[in-house]
């Protein structure tokens, strides 16, 4: 056999190698990181798409996130948080912008965002003083099986907010 035939079936079998290990990692999943050893995947950003941005941004604000004032009316706003991770939102009409098939959901909150309180009693007194504020609480505080202290309100466009704080050890 000649030189430029080996040549061409080892191509041929290294390529029928690649598709083979794409077809097994396709259909059994693959237990190693993913795009190779480099790869970090690291949350940067969080987007909250409203109907009315000063409701919204007020009721981030009584939370406890710090945003800029001067800016309900504006149609994005970024603010970051205390691990550096930017909550932003966006108007109905600015997504539109660049994605005039937007459609918002309907039927119950697809994502839910979860603030760690550091405490139990903060989690009653955030919870309380949201409701007494005048938003929506969803569920109560309660004392969760999984080992925190969890409530839930809504923020005005209907998305889940949860407050939690470790308990104690018995």
Known sequence: MGRDRRRALKRNSEADASRA???ILFTTGYAGRPYGEAMTLKLGFIGIVTDDMAASLAFYRALGVHIEP????????DAKLDNGVALAWDTIETI???DPAF???TGGHRIALAFDKGTPAEVDSAFA?????G?????EPWDAHWGQRYATL????????DLY???AAN
Do not use: E
Request: no cysteine; aromatic share 6%.
């Open 154 to 161: 809504l923020d005005p466009d209907g998305n889940s907010v």
């Open 21 to 23: 290990l794409l077809a």
């Open 135 to 139: 938003y929506t609480a969803h569920v």
């Open 165 to 167: 704080a470790t308990l």
């Open 70 to 77: 001067g800016q309900d009316d504006a149609p994005h706003v």
């Open 103 to 105: 459609v918002p959901a």
């Open 96 to 98: 539109r912008g660049f």
């Open 129 to 133: 003083a949201l409701t007494r504020a």
